[in-house]
């Protein structure tokens, strides 16, 4: 257990540049207290004194400001950086040197009973804000947007932002790749990853409103050369039945 607490505060100085001194972690780092307390929340819910368990989870919610239900896993290298209104459910798993930030939710979308939260594995980093709800997995190595709501499992190395959450980037391409060539068609950058396009659903909407004039004007154009071109046949026919007669 005491080196596991070492790797927590040494794992603090790998990610965040602010801490100055190992004083600074082990007192002023409420993340770090809350993941502690964590540990020995877990061990009295593991050992079947669950009342105990949820009164030290209480305690620390109290005294941190983040929630830890004692009946989450929750690996080695955990990061709460910030914390104030992190919540995280019971039947939560947590991989090792994953990260979140403050006001981050691992909560459920069920009343039942069984696995209810998320899975995140390995490297996972949650962004402030975001919302990870339901019991699906996010992959290794995935990141979650700030203020994502996240209702469904997030591959491997993938990057989920939005409002219902939408996969933007994936280290393996997918899904990227197989829209690269429609958005570049289209002029549509996918889901705000680049500093010009501050709003993707605004800007998605302009691109079809203007392929939609552009195949209005079209069919104007159409109709305009079919008008001409049957007045045209009128006058043939009409010089046709002259000569004759």
């Known amino acids: 257990m005491i080196g596991r607490m070492r ?11 602010a801490a100055r001194s190992i004083w600074e972690v082990v007192f002023a780092y409420p993340g770090l207290h809350a993941v502690w307390w964590h540990y020995l929340a877990h061990w009295c819910w593991t050992h079947r004194l669950k009342w105990l368990g949820r009164f030290v989870s209480h305690i620390s919610r109290w005294v941190t400001g983040i929630e830890i239900h004692p009946g989450a896993t929750i690996g080695r290298r955990f990061f709460i950086d910030h914390g104030f209104g992190v919540t995280i459910g019971e039947t939560t798993v947590i991989g090792d040197d994953c990260t979140v930030y403050q006001g981050v939710t691992l909560g459920g979308t069920s009343w039942n009973p ?46 989920a932002v939005g409002v219902p959450a939408k996969l933007v980037k994936c280290k393996d391409a997918t899904p990227e790749d197989r829209r690269k ?17 501050p709003d993707p659903v605004a800007r998605g909407i302009d691109a079809m409103l203007d392929h939609i004039d552009a195949l209005e004007r079209r069919q104007d154009q159409l109709e305009s050369l079919t008008e001409r071109l049957s007045a045209r046949l009128d006058e043939r026919a009409t010089d046709t039945e002259t000569d004759k007669a």
Do not use: W
């Open 181 to 197: 060539e429609t958005a570049d068609r289209i002029g549509f950058e996918m889901y705000g990853v680049t500093q010009d396009m």
């Open 7 to 17: 790797e927590d505060v040494q794992t603090i100085f790998e990610r965040d540049p």
């Open 114 to 159: 069984g696995k209810r939260h998320p899975t995140l594995e390995n490297d996972v980093i949650v962004g402030a804000g975001a919302k990870v709800l339901g019991p699906f997995t996010v992959g290794r190595g995935a990141r979650i947007g700030s203020n994502a709501v996240v209702v469904k499992e997030v591959p491997p190395g993938c990057t």
